[in-house]
């Protein structure tokens, strides 16, 4: 049994079962007969992963439980192992949790009877953000067969870049790096190419945030950001023809891309958003599946969706 920590832990064969129930969950209403309990310990500031987790606990009929650091026990000194070891014994059957210590996981997985899963890890791993993108790259391309992608942005201080990047080499998607100099990372291996390279060459264009809230250095060789490294409204008109534009986000407007691309015709900025909740919910399942805390005949089609379907097939 494993915890959902980081993409290396998957094969690929997981990858696209993974995938596989997110379309599923995509399609059709379905519900987990057991009760059970999700506890969400964010102990970072989110919006799309926390919000997505509670959707995705809450269409499989799950119970999500409480929590906020400021008005939890940690206030009184409390540790993460005693917080993890508390929601254990109240009854949790899964924890969702995120921190910023890249390796906050190592010290609390051994001792845990119930699974945990990721919900950011430092600059280390975010594998249900990197499962959301490429199922919002599988929905375009049907495929990943000579797809290329360029993750652009600050590749040093990105949880995303990482697991993404180990993720699309899984699925054999070519992937580069456009980055700042203060901003580059060169012990992956990956090749750096420039912006304008970037969007003349790639399917996908990722773009990531400046993760201010681990460095400051935002010197004098990136006060242009925009201009020098970002997706400006000039960059996007080179783009190739059916090439999108992703973002994990939070955006910086007018930083990584200019305010109009947000939402422009190659954004998929959104979906990946929409995405998340299905590819969560396909995580959440399997993690409790391969925990056996659910067997396969708990989880079922919910009964509107059977009438619906009787009737489809009636007409
Ligand atoms: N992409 C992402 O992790 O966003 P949040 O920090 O809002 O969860």
Redo the contacts with the bound molecule.
Sequence with gaps: MKHFISIKDLTVEEIYQLLKMAKMYREDDYKITKQIFVANLFF?????????FIVAERKLGLEDLEFATQTSSMKKGETLYDTVKTFEAVGADCLVI?HEHDEWSKSISKDLQIPIIN??SGKKD?PT?SLLDIDTIYQEFGSFKDLKVAIAGDVKHSR?ARSNAQLLTKLGVKVYFTAAEDFKETEMGYPYITMDEAVEMCDVLMLLRIQHERHDEFSSSTINYLEDFGLTKEREKNMKEGAIILH???VNRGVEIDPDLVECKRSRISKQIEN?VYTRMAVLTKQLLEWDIIKESQIRKSPSQITQTKKHKAN
Excluded: D, W
């Design positions: 970072e500031p989110s919006t799309r992963t926390k919000t997505s995120r919900a950011g975010h953000q995303v994990p986000g939070p998340g």
